[in-house]
């Protein structure tokens, strides 16, 4: 555990007000997307978790952790492939209409 | 040279999230930034690994790979209708992971644990105590395995914020007097009641407010972690996602026209007493899907209004069909999405897309609200009390003040609807009993099944126009008692 310093008070701040405002500009559209990638984002505390299930100091300590490290793994690896997933399916234009629109119409 | 290295890729890291959350910004760049913050996560993961403390590895294996073929199962496997339930329980994995650092943490330095550090460390696993409950509640409301209506009973807001009180108590005397370990427990355990007690009075049609706003804590928890073990990507990376819920939820509750508190301890839904009935008769046109199909048949533009009882009868893909049919009859064919239809924020562009749905036809309120006066149909699918006129003049309505879609402004309002059940809120709907609306009851699906197949019918046999059915008129009675369902 180190100490803390007025400087990492600093960077929570400073970051916070970039965060707002970047995620200010996220259209209504994507704010499932965005929920789910910052889910993903804050899955980070797995690398908290990895020094805590890997530092060797004790059977409940390396227990906690590595339930630690599933737990943020899932977040990390499932909410990166859903966002994906979901963001594959935005598209301009239905892919019916741009066949349509290239060979005529054709009975759906 | 190491930590120099570490530091760089933990740097590297928190820029590549920066510009991954801003590559959201626009559908077309989305994906991209998505890539930029995956990048991002493994340099900092491949740093921690490369860093002295890590001397046993065989364990981290072990977590990683269960970790990654759970995540992997869920982010494949889990239909699009589930996303809800999806998003809520993630955020009880971040948290839990949060806590249980929290609490190693603790264990490996506590005599030696100043009041600055036991400070983040509290926040900590308060944070993340609360909201590994209230998440697991949020899931178990989504998915149905607790009722979704608001659960109350007598002085719970008491309770709950006595409980808060109480656990902020405790905080205060750890910062001075760390070495307590029974009451660091008894403040966890203290968190994880107050997570059930605050996700217990919401209300299904609440849950956008409350998904964002323990995405919020969830954030803040990685970020009190990140204060804990000394490392700053991790606040930055907290503090952003902190910054994405707490701009969400301020959203949603501002499109309900609601505060966070009115939110959290009103209860909506649950403690509103029974309506009066009034005595009079009041009617509704009850019209087939056929007369609904000859309606939409004539129709030059229509405005298709979604809600979550879209998501409940699995109907955005026979939406997608009649909205490409309509297209291809030559109608002008969109979409207007509420911010707060569905459970969570986004709900419906995301069932959208999945049908197809190119995202140029979805519309915000603004964009769209001063079209509908100008539109022939409106087509209201599960949707209640975000079209509700009641919002806009009704002052004594719980709905007075939230900004409406102006659906009844439309030359014809149809609406398809289960029964006519009120709304979330439980305040009766006037649009259904105007002379302009067609109410068409039945599934959703069925009904835009049944209407999809009439219309194609109507293009097969040109010449052959459906004929009008006379409308069945239905006497039913004029306020019928709140419901907590489905709006």
């Given amino acids: ?108 | 040279m190491k930590t120099y290295l570490l530091d760089g890729c933990y740097l590297a890291a928190a820029v590549l999230f920066i510009l991954g959350l801003k590559g959201l910004n626009a559908p077309a760049t989305a994906r991209r930034g998505l890539v930029f913050a995956e990048v991002g996560m493994l340099l900092a993961v491949i740093g921690t690994l490369l860093h002295g403390d890590i001397v046993q590895f065989q364990w981290i294996l072990v977590g990683v790979v269960i970790g990654s073929a759970i995540g992997a199962a869920m982010a494949i496997f889990m239909p699009m209708t589930a996303m809800p339930q999806r998003i809520a329980i993630s955020h009880a994995f971040g948290a839990l992971a949060a806590t249980l650092v929290g609490i190693i943490t603790y264990f490996e330095h506590v005599p030696r644990i100043g009041g600055i550090e036991m400070t983040a460390l509290g926040f900590e696993v308060l944070l993340g105590s609360l909201t590994v409950t209230g998440s697991l509640m949020a899931f178990s409301k989504l998915q149905e395995l607790l009722p979704s209506a608001p659960t109350t009973f007598r002085f719970q807001n008491f309770l709950t914020i006595g409980l808060l009180v109480v656990a902020l108590g405790m905080f205060g005397y750890l910062i001075f007097h760390p070495a307590a370990g029974p009451l660091f427990f008894a403040m966890i355990a203290a968190g994880l009641l107050i997570g059930v007690l605050l996700v217990l009075p919401i209300g299904g049609a609440d849950m956008p407010v409350v998904l964002a706003l323990l995405n919020s804590y969830a954030g803040l928890a990685s970020a009190a972690t990140g204060f804990v073990i000394g490392n700053n990507v991790l606040i930055v990376a907290g503090a952003l996602d902190g910054a994405s819920g707490f701009f969400l939820s301020m959203m949603m509750s501002r499109a309900m026209n609601r505060s966070f508190t009115n939110v959290l301890f009103g209860a909506v839904g649950a403690t509103r007493p029974q309506q009066q009935a009034t005595g009079e008769e009041r009617t509704v046109i009850r019209y087939t899907p056929e007369d609904a199909a000859y309606m939409l048949e004539q129709a030059q533009s229509v405005i298709i209004v979604p809600g979550y009882g879209m998501a409940v009868a699995q109907a955005q893909h026979a939406i997608a069909e009649l909205a490409t049919l309509l297209i291809q009859r030559g109608a002008q064919v969109r979409f207007a999405i509420h911010p707060v239809a569905g459970r969570m924020p986004g709900h419906m562009n995301v069932l959208l897309a999945e049908a197809n749905v190119p995202y140029d036809l979805l519309c915000e309120p603004d964009q769209i609200n001063d079209d509908f006066q100008t539109t022939d149909v409106a087509l209201i699918v599960g949707a209640n009390d975000v079209v509700n006129p009641a919002a806009r003049d009704k002052r004594d309505s719980p709905l007075y003040g939230m900004p409406i879609l102006n659906a009844d402004q439309a030359r014809t309002v149809m609406v398809l609807k289960r029964s006519l059940r009120p709304g979330f809120a439980g305040e009766d709907n006037e649009l259904f009993y105007e002379q302009k609306t067609m109410m068409v009851f039945g599934d959703a699906k069925a009904t835009l099944t049944a209407l999809n197949q009439l219309l194609k019918q109507v293009k097969a046999s040109v010449g052959r126009n459906l004929a009008p059915q006379p409308p069945i008129q239905e006497a039913i009675p004029a306020v019928s008692a709140p419901s907590h369902g489905k709006p």
Avoid: C, W
């Fill in chain 1, 1 to 108: 555990m180190s100490t803390i310093s007025i400087e990492s008070l600093y960077i929570l701040v400073l970051a916070g007000f970039v965060g707002y405002e970047v995620i200010r500009h996220v259209p209504p559209l994507l704010h499932t997307p965005l929920m789910s990638a910052t889910n993903a984002i804050s899955g980070i505390s797995l690398v908290g978790a990895l020094v805590a299930a890997g530092s060797n100091s004790g059977v409940v300590a390396t227990v906690l952790g590595v339930i630690a490290v599933t737990a943020a793994t899932i977040n990390v690896v499932g909410g990166f492939m859903i966002t994906d997933r979901m963001l594959k399916m935005f598209h301009r234009e239905a892919p019916e209409n741009q066949r349509q629109r290239a060979g005529g119409a054709k009975q759906p």
